[in-house]
């Protein structure tokens, strides 16, 4: 980085921070266009504040003085690869913890998974693999897992299962990894399963080996095409709470995507808020107690 460029970069204040210029409404429109295209989030004109105030805190670390800075920052500099992974994990919320959605997990243990089993055939080994699309920090994934240990595995001993988390956030895909929990995610978490799958460490809640050997985290853009296409053979997608962050066009994509990510006959779930309608009628409907899912016929 020459040194004209350095000095643009590190205008910094007394305190140690960055200077920002107000985010005009052309340079808004620029970023919200460039997140848009790359990552399928759309900002509205009133989360216009929302937006400054989330790229701020990283401008703060890199010591960039203006928002045009940083946008030239991620487009332009060497560094913009590895950049785009800290932008995308501050415009995204990555609000979680265990059994968040009960209803989606006992339609899980008490009808899709023995559904399929049975379909099967109880008494021949059967495999099933389920993705946690935009799984943050690993607690829904884990609450599935230990769902599946607890409940399934001891009336089907035969059977053999995955599950894949997703998110685009590089930090909670770590977190996930490591599966150590604050008192915030376990909150939720019935006392019973709390003492059979966890070691308590100080503040720590970590979660035991045999769980997490299940459970596989990596990165992945939903917006990625070449990312998407590696997704595949799915009986089972959950993907709640992400749908509301893209407009019209982007749901469409997605979700044809996780469509074509099912196998026929799988299954998906999506959040309390979102819903498929004018997004796609190729699910069928079904319904659950308190809840709601859709099959790929």
């Excluded at 299962?161 to 604050?182: L, N, P, Q």
């Excluded at 407009?247 to 099912?262: P, W």
Aim: net charge positive; charged share 25%; proline share 3%.
């Amino acid at each position: 980085m020459n040194n004209n460029t350095n000095t643009a970069f590190k205008n910094i204040s007394q305190n140690g921070f960055a200077k920002p210029q107000i985010m005009t409404s052309q340079l808004f429109e620029r970023w919200r266009t460039y997140i848009y295209e790359n990552c399928g989030i759309y900002f509205q004109d009133n989360k216009k504040y929302l937006l400054e105030s989330r790229l701020l805190k990283r401008m703060n670390y890199l010591g960039l003085n203006s928002f045009d800075d940083y946008l030239t920052y991620v487009l332009k500099s060497a560094n913009s690869i590895n950049e785009k992974k800290y932008l995308y994990e501050a415009i995204t919320i990555n609000e979680t913890y265990f059994f968040r959605n009960q209803p989606q997990l006992d339609a899980l243990v008490k009808t899709l998974i023995p559904d399929i089993i049975e379909k099967n055939g109880r008494n021949i080994k059967t495999r099933i693999r389920i993705w946690s699309a935009a799984s943050s920090s690993g607690e829904e994934a884990y609450s599935i897992a230990i769902s599946i240990n607890d409940l399934i595995l001891p009336r089907y001993p035969n059977l053999e299962f995955e599950i894949v988390g997703t998110d685009i956030s590089y930090s909670v895909i770590e977190t996930a990894r490591k599966g150590v929990y604050r008192e915030y995610s376990v909150r939720n978490m019935p006392a019973y399963y709390l003492k059979k799958f966890f070691t308590v460490k100080g503040n720590n809640y970590e979660l035991n080996p045999e769980v997490k050997k299940n459970v596989n985290f990596k990165l992945l853009n939903l917006y990625d095409n070449a990312g998407m296409r590696s997704m595949f053979n799915f009986d089972i997608i959950f993907c709640a709470n992400v749908l509301i962050y893209f407009d019209a066009d982007s749901k469409i994509r997605v979700v044809n995507q996780l469509y074509n990510s099912l196998n026929k006959g799988g299954y998906l779930f999506i959040g309390y808020s979102e819903t498929l309608h004018n997004i796609s009628k190729a699910f069928k409907i079904l319904s659950f107690p308190k809840t709601i899912g859709y099959k790929k016929e």
